[in-house]
């Protein structure tokens, strides 16, 4: 199976940046799986903040795009999320998430948490 595991999280100020990170494990064959963070702040449903392809093409919500950067490394299986201008409504638990054979898989969030 797939493991997938977050790092990087933590508390920062308004106007802070935080770098998320993900380690991919197991039977995955890393560069050709799209990667993707989600976010789940109190009381809110979970949304959708940011995807990496295989072939590195990106889309992001509309709300994050130009603040919130992804990327990915295929020799270290690991994709990273580049948070900058983060605000108190960025506080979430983020969720990295992949797919291969039909199946979804998400590792266990970091908390972010931003506050004066």
């Known amino acids: 199976q797939v493991q997938l595991v977050e790092s990087g999280g933590g508390s920062v100020q308004p106007g802070g940046s935080l770098r998320l990170s993900c380690a991919a494990s197991?039977?995955?064959?890393?560069?050709?799986?799209?990667m993707a963070w989600y976010r789940q702040a109190p009381g809110k449903q979970r949304e959708f903040v940011a995807v990496i392809r295989g072939g590195g093409g990106t889309n992001y919500a509309d709300s994050l795009k130009g603040r919130f950067t992804i990327s990915r490394n295929n020799a270290e299986n690991a994709v990273y999320l580049q948070m900058n201008s983060l605000q108190p409504e960025d506080t979430a638990v983020y969720y990295c998430s992949t797919a291969q054979y039909g199946l979804n898989y998400w590792g266990q969030g970091a908390q972010v948490t931003v506050s004066s």
């Open positions: 197991g039977s995955i064959i890393f560069s050709r799986n799209p």
